[in-house]
């Protein structure tokens, strides 16, 4: 085969290859977006920069390949590359993924709620001693008060008494 023809092969599988990791970061883009949920506007932010860092990839390799001049098999052969992750890999990609990444997150959080087991029961503890002490204040906030209106009331006696 003549040295052309090599070259056009390898540009040809570089664009498959293109095309199965564009779609494959954007797999990772969905992840996020299933374990982590948000609003329409940072979806919109998440595309612009995912489909700008596209642009400039497709951009390296054609100007890297081709010198930049775009050739339809180019664009053909991106196409397969997507086309054949998303039939093969994508779905189940994406559920064994987030499957995954939930499960560990879990597990984290197991491991902080046992490593501040402690410290929620020394919350509650406190929280126990200070509802104690408030109820106590309560009982001497109002036997001081019954002693004021005594003492009021004696005062009153007295004074219309003279």
Known sequence: MSQDIVQEVVFFLHSI?????????YDWILIFRELVAHGRFLMSIEDFIYWFMCGISVFYVLYKENNGVLRWFAVVGAALGM?????????????????????IMWFVFRIIQVMLRPLKCLFLAGRRCVRY????????????????????????MILSKK
């Not at 054949?84 to 499960?103: G, Q, S, V």
């Open 17 to 25: 290859l293109m095309g199965l990791v564009i779609t494959f970061a």
């Open 83 to 103: 086309l054949f992750y998303k039939l093969t890999i994508k779905y189940r990609f994406i559920n064994i993924m987030a499957k995954c990444i939930h499960k």
């Open 133 to 156: 002490a408030m109820r106590k204040l309560k009982k001497v906030k109002e036997f001081i008060q019954k002693r004021l209106t005594a003492c009021i009331k004696t005062i009153r």
